[in-house]
């Protein structure tokens, strides 16, 4: 079983950046797909980002596009979200999210995803 821990979330002024970081514990993530989820206040969790083992694939939800980055360092069992050009509409439980395989599908639904960080609260101040 591999565990997942967020870290990074903290409270920003609009237009502000912030980078998140996700380490895996008891397992190594090299051979997983690793993903970045959202929760705001009321709403469902959502989509935001994901990248391939590798690294050579990215995927972003429209509402982050061009705006945050996901990366990740296999060497150190860490996947990362650059989140630049905030917005209040950004303030959320941000979870990080494993899928072990080479091969994925339906990648914005949630029960595609296998681990779950317990989640880091970003918050935006217009």
């Known amino acids: 079983q591999v565990q997942l821990i967020e870290s990074g979330g903290e409270l920003v002024q609009a237009g502000g950046s912030l980078r998140l970081s996700c380490t895996a514990s008891g397992r190594t993530f090299s051979n997983s797909w690793l993903g970045w989820f959202r929760q705001a206040p009321g709403k469902e969790r959502e989509f935001a980002a994901a990248?391939?083992?590798?690294?050579?694939?990215?995927f972003y939800a429209d509402s982050v596009k061009g705006r945050f980055t996901i990366s990740r360092d296999n060497a150190k069992n860490t996947v990362y979200l650059q989140m630049n050009s905030l917005k209040p509409e950004d303030t959320a439980v941000y979870y990080c999210?494993?899928?072990?395989?080479?091969?994925?599908?339906?990648?914005?639904?949630?029960?595609?995803?296998?681990?779950w960080g317990q989640g880091t609260q970003v918050t935006v101040s217009s």
């Open positions: 999210a494993a899928h072990f395989g080479y091969f994925i599908v339906n990648i914005m639904r949630l029960t595609t995803w296998d681990s």
């Open positions: 990248i391939s083992l590798d690294g050579d694939s990215t």
